[in-house]
């Protein structure tokens, strides 16, 4: 259910991030996660990277879908204290990367926030809201459930450290992986329609590198994503895979497949660009010989995560790998 609290009420104003927020932001999203993840026992910072480098989650975000997020602003001393994005595409909004000030947890901004979002939903005639929420995160947990978000498919949040070993291992279907082109974005849409009930092809399409750009030169998309395809004999797709290296985020997904034996390939790929560094992946607990394979791989257990919907959701026909960025559920 959505609070009916009136503006007034709030403490806080709500408006969308412009550029000019963006180094306050930045800040503010390294220090909630970093404090939460430090107050949690995770051990470390959560963001090993330079609080300015978060910046890549509102840059990405705002090339997609400009201006979709909604940030809350104290009213009294004009300081940014809670934001989250929001992405609406053909069937589904996705909701995430939410953050609060550390000052401020507590207080009813980050229900406002959600608020806003699923009224975005409801305005817009969208049937579902998806997001990607920590399970061990009992803060966000109850927020999203306390709004009415249903936990659907659990994941397992893996890190692998990406080694020579790793690559010269080879897994069935491999040669099956090629970069994807934008001539695959119909084909990758189709795909997700199929086993997840969405599509996104705003996502596939930023991801993939244009002709003639030089992976190393390339500006757009902002030279740290990158997506493959599993083409199979008939040269149809039977997966894909999106992946983003970058000092805030190394990461595996979104990846979509028909069975776990192409996910499979997908992911041993798509670990070629991760050599001599780590990279997180978010696979279905379900999807048990995709874990098997992870575990050989050595591959860490490093959180769980809940995949919570917010009205329609029909059970995933294959294989759904999320990710935090870009995060379209
Ligand atoms: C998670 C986070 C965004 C929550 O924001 P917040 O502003 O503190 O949340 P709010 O005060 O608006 O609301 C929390 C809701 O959960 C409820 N809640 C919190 N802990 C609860 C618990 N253990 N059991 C039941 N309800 C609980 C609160 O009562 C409130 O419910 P209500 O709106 O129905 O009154 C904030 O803690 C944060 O930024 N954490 C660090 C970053 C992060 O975790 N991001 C999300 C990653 S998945």
Not at 36 to 41: A, S
Request: charged share 25%.
């Amino acid at each position: 259910m959505i609070k009916k609290q009136s503006a007034h009420k709030q403490p806080f104003l709500l408006r969308p991030l412009g550029k000019a927020d963006v180094p306050e932001y930045s800040e503010m999203l390294y220090a909630s996660f970093n404090a939460w993840y430090w107050r949690h026992g995770w051990g470390k910072d959560y963001f090993g990277c330079k609080p300015r480098e978060t910046s890549i989650f509102y840059n990405i975000y705002n090339d997609l879908t400009p201006g979709r997020n909604v940030a809350a602003f104290d009213k009294v001393t004009g300081r940014l204290i809670g934001a989250c994005f929001y992405h609406p595409r053909e069937y589904h909004v996705s909701l995430g990367i939410m953050s609060v000030h550390t000052d401020y947890c507590g207080r009813g901004v980050g229900r406002a926030l959600v608020d806003y979002i699923l009224r975005f939903t409801l305005e817009n005639n969208y049937k579902a809201c998806r997001l990607v929420g920590s399970a061990m995160n009992m803060n966000s947990f109850s927020l999203y459930n306390r709004s009415g978000f249903v936990p659907r498919v659990t994941y397992h949040d893996m890190v692998i450290n990406v080694s020579d070993h790793h690559l010269k291992t080879h897994v069935q279907g491999e040669d099956h992986v090629r970069d994807a082109a934008i001539t695959d974005v119909a084909g990758m849409g189709d795909l997700e329609m199929e086993v997840s009930g969405i599509k996104r092809e705003i996502d596939y399409r930023y991801a993939i590198v244009r002709p003639g750009e030089s992976a190393n030169e390339r500006k757009y998309p902002r030279n740290v994503l990158h997506a493959s395809v599993y083409e199979n004999d008939q040269r149809g797709i039977d997966g894909f895979m999106i992946s983003v290296r970058h000092p805030a985020l190394n990461m595996l997904g979104p990846c979509v497949a028909r069975s776990e034996e192409t996910a499979i390939a997908l992911i041993r790929k798509e670990l070629e660009r991760f050599k001599g560094t780590w990279v997180l992946l978010v696979a279905p607990m379900e999807k048990r010989i995709m874990v098997e394979q992870l575990y050989k791989w050595e591959a860490v257990n490093v959180e769980t995560h809940l995949k919570q919907v917010w009205g329609e959701f029909q059970c995933f026909k294959g294989v759904n790998m999320p990710s935090f960025l870009p995060e379209t559920g």
